[in-house]
């Protein structure tokens, strides 16, 4: 017999057919096995939650659910260990600022009174200057291992937190540079000023950094030295 085209299928045709379709019982997608094995794993009190789960119920049955519950709630949790890594982060700033001190009366033999006088020098530069305390110390330090004394360390620190600011360097960075250019032109720390004013704008007028600029100069700061070159015509020729 010839095929007949079929008819349309109105909205309601489609939907009787679907809902004569039983679909499959989950007991038939799952294999019996697994159905067997999680209904023991739950008969014995054995938890199928995720570790995620298992993890909120713990902190929660631990803390409770809130202030309500008489127990601490996750907020007050959070807020306790936050206060808790701020105060560490605070005594260990504080224990390398003792430490740097420390080194530095080592290496400069100074007096208490000494120790006093840079010790309020650097709080005062952590406070008025973008630099912390620790690191206005460290800077003491470099000094203080290239050979300053107390009064010498108090009058190049300023000039060195200026070069490490203009040079975008570290204060260690600008500390080693100073000193170095001081020692080998046989300057002295009053002329810090004038070495990082050198430094400062050779660096910045130039495609040069601080570092470089610094070493360089520390090389042939000596015998430009002797001979009567200036560190000026030096920086302007390196």
């Given at each position: 017999?010839?095929?007949?085209p079929?008819?349309?299928v109105?909205?309601a045709?489609a939907?009787?057919a679907a809902?004569?379709?039983?679909?499959p019982?989950i007991g038939?997608i799952?294999?019996?096995?697994?159905v067997?094995l999680?209904?023991a794993?739950?008969?014995?009190?054995?938890?199928?939650?995720?570790?995620?789960?298992k993890?909120?119920?713990?902190?929660k049955g631990?803390?409770?659910?809130g202030?309500g519950?008489?127990?601490?709630?996750l907020?007050e949790?959070?807020?306790a260990?936050?206060s808790l890594?701020?105060?560490?982060q605070?005594?260990?700033?504080?224990g390398?600022?003792?430490t740097?001190m420390?080194k530095?009366?080592?290496?400069t033999?100074?007096t208490s009174?000494?120790?006093?006088?840079l010790?309020?020098?650097t709080?005062e530069?952590g406070r008025s200057?973008?630099?912390?305390?620790?690191?206005?110390a460290?800077?003491?330090l470099?000094?203080?291992?290239a050979?300053?004394k107390?009064?010498?360390?108090l009058?190049?620190?300023?000039?060195?937190?200026?070069l490490a600011?203009?040079?975008?360097?570290?204060?260690?960075?600008a500390?080693?540079?100073?000193?170095?250019?001081?020692?080998?032109?046989s300057l002295?720390?009053?002329d810090?000023?004038?070495?990082?004013?050198?430094i400062?704008k050779?660096?910045?007028?130039?495609k040069t950094?601080?570092?470089d600029?610094?070493?360089?100069?520390s090389?042939?700061g000596?015998i430009a030295?002797?001979?009567?070159i200036?560190?000026e015509?030096?920086?302007a020729?390196l």
């Open positions: 017999a010839a095929l007949k079929a008819g349309r109105t909205a045709q939907l009787g809902g004569s379709i039983v679909p019982s038939s799952i294999p019996a096995e697994i067997a999680r209904k794993s739950g008969a014995q009190g054995v938890s199928t939650a995720s570790p995620r789960t993890a909120a119920t713990a902190v631990k803390f409770g659910a202030a519950g008489g127990g601490t709630s907020l949790v959070a807020a260990a936050t890594a701020v105060f560490k605070f005594i260990t700033i504080g390398t600022y003792t740097t420390a530095v009366r080592a290496v033999d100074a009174g000494d120790m006093k006088r010790s309020d020098a709080k530069m200057t973008i630099f912390s305390a620790t690191q206005a460290e800077a003491q470099i000094l203080g291992q050979g300053y107390t009064n010498e360390i009058a190049a620190t300023p000039s060195i937190l200026n600011t203009a040079g975008q360097t570290s204060v260690g960075e500390a080693e540079v100073v000193s170095s250019i001081l020692s080998s032109y002295k720390a009053a810090a000023a004038r070495a990082t004013d050198v400062a050779a660096s910045t007028e130039t950094n601080v570092q600029l610094g070493l360089a100069m090389y042939v000596s030295g002797v001979l009567n200036s560190m015509d030096t920086a020729a």
